[in-house]
């Protein structure tokens, strides 16, 4: 049996009835958060003000960007990615066009503003100016943060978030829009007050004020950061360091190789964005100047890759036969369709032939098959290569009249000639079309097999000359 509630407090004596607050209990008459601390009476409690913002006094703004969508003002942004990718020649083609006033890549406008480096691993003489002039920028516009003048005469590197108010000083006075951080780890906690960079706590507080800076200034903060050693596919957790550091950036960007490209492509690829939808995948180059010595940024247009299919792309031997069909299977699809196909058929019919959606769409380019819009009717309509196409059609039987069902071809190990195995689908049934064959007559109207069509083309071999030779 429970003990009743007594109805009054034991102090004040007032026939209260007790709040049903966890234990211990308190009074709504005498407790300082009872009914008198809540009270009009201003003397009952002291009110505490430092630190406090009374929302009603927050006017309510969109967010705003200095590339649409893209780099919000006002907040962090970060851009990961392995040596090698360009990440500093992205950041410098950013800081061009920011100092010349110049569209962004996807043909957005750009406010003229002023440009703040902080760079740990590249030469000014070298490669910095050289990279600017290249993206034509205006060095009138761009300054660097080179060092901090020490109280012993010694000059160091500025150290976040301990030099926050310096640069921030310098932001105002220059009126900048972009600082960029190249890169992050060379600078966060130079002084020793970050002891861990691995600690979420210990990031965060090191990161808040350079978020309120760029608050304050209303300017964007570009943070450059090496990937980790790990093999995780998600692109969220592979930056070096804590992930606060992505958790405090409102958003985030992967640089990386297009795994489908043999020429150098690179694919810049959104991770998050906590103040707009996520923009597509735009893919770039590095063009080398051989007066400079340095590369310059070519933007090529719009992407269908996600970030986290960039990482750990090296397919095993069983994923890479698999991928070398799907790309006979494409070709063969669009080269009976004219050379011409809606995306979504082609994403149908290989869905019902077997084919995940995601390997289809990886396989496209290593296909020779470019897309474009549709028009007014929306969607994407794929392309086969001309060559390609002029390849196919040679590579056909004399006379052979295009079929509706895609065919995957094999040369005949004894006069060359092409054997054509239709596809019913992946790892399904597979036969062989049905062949007159000038020295043996009559080829056998049906080959059943289990295996794959990749698997069913070696076996090729298996068979008498006379029976697979034309």
């Not at 951080?181 to 020793?192: F, P, R």
């Not at 794959?452 to 070696?458: A, D, Q």
């Amino acid at each position: 049996m429970t003990r009743p509630r007594p109805p009054w407090c034991g102090s004040c004596d007032e026939k209260t009835r007790l709040t049903d607050e966890p234990r211990p209990k308190r009074c709504p008459v005498c407790h300082p958060l009872g009914k008198r601390a809540m009270s009009a009476d201003p003397e009952a409690v002291p009110l505490i003000s430092d630190g406090l913002i009374s929302l009603s006094a927050v006017t309510e703004r969109r967010a705003t960007w200095l590339w649409p969508g893209r780099l919000p003002v006002g907040h962090l942004v970060m851009l990961d990615g392995d040596p090698g990718v360009g990440k500093s020649t992205l950041s410098l083609d950013f800081a061009a066009r920011v100092s010349t006033g110049a569209p962004w890549p996807d043909g957005q406008p750009c406010k003229q503003g002023g440009v703040l480096l902080m760079t740990a691993e590249e030469g000014l003489a070298e490669t910095v100016v050289p990279r600017l002039l290249l993206a034509g920028g205006d060095l009138n516009h761009i300054v660097v943060l080179d060092h901090i003048p020490g109280a012993d005469g010694v000059d160091r590197l500025p150290a976040l978030p301990v030099d926050v108010p310096y640069i921030q000083q310098i932001i105002i006075q220059r009126r900048i829009r972009l600082l960029i951080i190249d890169v992050l780890a060379s600078y966060l906690g130079g002084d020793g007050a970050l002891k861990n960079a691995h600690g979420d706590t210990d990031v965060r507080r090191a990161l808040f004020p350079i978020f309120k800076m760029a608050q304050t200034t209303r300017s964007t903060v570009l943070m450059l950061r090496h990937l980790n050693k790990s093999d995780n596919k998600i692109a969220m957790y592979r930056g070096g360091g804590s992930i606060a550091i992505m958790g405090q950036a409102r958003a985030g960007y992967l640089a990386a190789e297009d795994p489908e490209s043999y020429d150098g492509r690179r694919l810049f690829a959104g991770i998050k964005n906590n103040l707009a939808p996520i923009a597509p995948t735009l893919a770039y180059s590095l063009l080398n100047d051989e007066e400079s010595g340095c590369a310059a940024v070519q933007w090529h247009g719009e992407d269908p890759h996600m970030a986290s299919e960039l990482l750990g792309v090296q397919l095993g031997a069983e994923e890479a036969e698999e991928q070398d069909h799907t790309v006979s299977w494409i070709q063969d699809y669009l080269y009976h369709c004219g050379g011409t196909a809606t995306g979504g058929a082609v994403i149908t019919a290989a869905t019902k032939a077997g084919y995940a959606k995601a390997t289809v769409q990886r396989a496209r380019k290593r296909a020779r098959v470019s897309y474009r819009r549709g028009g007014w009717q929306g969607g994407t309509v794929w392309v086969l290569d001309p060559v390609r196409m002029a390849e196919l059609k040679e590579a056909s039987p004399p006379g052979a009249e295009p079929d509706k069902a895609p065919v995957a071809r094999a040369g005949c190990p004894a006069c060359k000639q092409p054997v054509q195995i239709r596809l019913d689908g992946r790892f399904r049934l597979h036969r062989i079309d049905k062949r007159v064959c000038a020295a043996s007559g009559q080829f056998p109207a049906t080959e059943r097999s289990e295996k794959s069509p990749v698997s069913l083309i070696k076996e090729l071999s298996l068979f008498s000359e006379k029976e697979i030779c034309q």
